[in-house]
């Protein structure tokens, strides 16, 4: 019996996906991208071997299985074709048997560059061309790649062959049983509609998204996946409630230097920013796409709690528990008070959001490293009751843990919300 799983970002994107899809995939037989386009990147390590996608499935690196871009993708066809050959040179060979893009999704132009490149820096944007080119799709004078393909160019003709209905490829695999996963870019904070506009991105990385980007039927869809960070972390400009340090002290840090001892230890000692700068630096947090460093906070769960309202998540798959080692205290948010008084429901309103402060609720931390723990039983109590208070708080099962960037890094709670 196959099934149909929907992964999504809980919160601003970056949580991981690209591992959670990567280890999905073992038993997969098509994964299925559904909106975004190559402003979004997932980091795959397989084997001590990194890769980084921005607009092709990471299903790429196994084999026997369908990769679909979906009618919701916008597609940089330059962008795209140098994907391709860079895994192709890297012996995976592209092909209408593991690649189909659909043919409604909409092109991505110069012109889209260009004017992002010109309005975009305002909220942040990664200058891609991603907002123009959704622009034109709603304004209805966009370019689809069934009309893209017909053109006399290099990137056009390499692109032809794997342009297909794949609304329909995607509804026959599912009438043959087989086992679907779809991704989203970017995560529900970002989400145009559900986000904290306007620091979002021009489309719905929610699950309403996955049937509007795919053509597959919302009751097709048999499971959601939350993907979750054990903090919290965000790039660019926007309402960032747990927010440790400022986002002017991440953008002038050196990346390349290491984490200092000393810099732990005032993290210990109770400094804000650098218990912050351990996330970015343990974390790695720097963006696949633009190499941007990364704001970092605690773990919000009045964010998580609005996230499994609005996708209806049916569980938790919690990553980077391993970079919150070496920290002895954490926090976990677990209210907002605004003009002193307790909210009862997450705004939506980002200039409310961005004057609300965290209630926090403190919980030991660990300093033993994580990254070879392979099993529930072999975490720190402390891990596992970090793990218990975010099911709590949520009211959502952590049904994965991931404890390093790895696959075999990968433990499984809840083996019935996969394939």
């Known amino acids: 019996m196959g099934k149909t799983i929907l992964l999504v970002g809980g919160q601003f994107g970056d949580e991981g996906k690209g591992k959670c899809i990567d280890f999905l995939t073992e038993k997969a037989d098509v994964v299925a991208r559904f909106q975004g386009g190559n402003n979004a990147g997932h980091t795959v390590i397989v084997k001590s071997e990194k890769f980084k996608f921005h607009l092709i499935p990471s299903g790429i690196l196994h084999k026997g299985t ?4 979906g009618n919701g993708v916008v597609v940089d066809p330059k962008v795209l074709v140098g994907e391709i050959e860079g895994l192709e040179k890297r012996g995976f060979k592209i092909t209408p048997n593991n690649l189909a893009i659909s043919s409604s999704a909409h092109v991505i132009l110069l012109k889209h560059i260009d004017e992002d490149l010109q309005t975009g820096q305002k909220i942040g944007t990664t200058g891609r061309g991603i907002g ?3 622009t034109d799709k709603i304004a209805r004078k966009g370019m689809r790649m069934s009309a893209f393909v017909e053109q006399n160019s290099p990137y056009a003709q390499r692109l032809k062959p794997l342009v297909k209905e794949t609304y329909s490829v995607l509804n026959d695999a599912i009438k043959k049983k087989k086992n679907i996963l779809l991704e989203g870019a970017q995560g529900t904070m970002l989400d145009v509609d559900h986000g904290t506009y306007p620091y979002v991105t021009s489309s719905n990385p929610t699950a309403g998204g996955a ?8 009751r097709k869809i048999n499971a959601v996946l939350g993907v979750f960070k054990a903090y919290t972390t965000r790039v660019g400009s926007g309402p960032f409630p747990t927010e440790l340090g400022t986002e002017m002290q991440a953008k002038n840090e050196d990346m390349k230097k290491p984490l200092q001892p000393a810099e732990i230890q005032a993290a210990n000692e109770g400094s804000e920013y650098y218990q912050g700068k351990v996330l970015r630096k343990q974390g790695m947090e720097y963006g696949t796409t633009t190499g941007r460093p990364r704001r970092t906070g605690w773990f919000d769960a009045v964010m998580a709690n609005y996230s499994v309202i609005i996708n209806s998540m049916d569980a938790i798959a919690l990553t980077k528990l391993d970079v919150l080692s070496h920290l002895k205290k954490l926090r976990i948010a677990k209210a907002y008070r605004l003009g002193g008084k307790i909210l009862p429901n997450f705004p939506t309103d980002g200039s409310m959001l961005s004057k609300c402060v965290p209630v926090y609720e ?7 490293p994580l990254e070879n723990v392979s099993s529930f039983s072999q975490l720190p109590s402390e891990a596992k009751a970090y793990i218990k208070r975010i099911e709590e708080l949520t009211n959502t099962p952590v ?3 991931s404890v390093g960037p790895g696959r075999s890094q990968t433990i499984v709670l809840k083996k019935n919300f996969f394939f």
């Open 211 to 218: 049937s509007t980007g795919t053509g597959i039927g919302p």
């Open 66 to 69: 369908l990769n679909v871009i």
């Open 132 to 134: 123009p080119a959704y």
């Open 362 to 368: 403190e919980m030991k931390g660990w300093s033993q």
């Open 399 to 401: 049904a994965m843990v």
